[in-house]
């Protein structure tokens, strides 16, 4: 007898929602670091928006990402 292996497959609705959340932590990161970092001028100014467009593209990209893996499933 040879048993298949299923593979293992994530729940779709948890991708979709890490993909939401991944998109509003981006949100939350543009207006924290570079909204703030401009009204507040306690650091460099070049340092905070650096770190808040790196930040803004890393989650944004992950949150896309995650939220089209569900759409090619259907």
């Known amino acids: 007898m040879v048993k ?3 593979a293992i497959q994530t729940n779709p609705e ?3 929602n890490l993909g939401k959340l991944l998109l509003d932590m981006a949100k939350l990161m543009f207006a924290s670091f570079i909204l703030g970092g401009i009204l507040k001028g306690q650091l460099p100014q070049y340092i905070v928006i650096a ?3 790196i930040f ?3 989650f944004a ?3 896309l990402i995650l939220l089209s893996l569900k ?3 259907r």
């Open 71 to 73: 759409k090619n499933r």
């Open 4 to 6: 298949e292996k299923k």
């Open 61 to 63: 990209a992950a949150g």
């Open 14 to 16: 948890f991708v979709e």
């Open 51 to 53: 770190a808040g467009i």
């Open 56 to 58: 803004f593209v890393l």
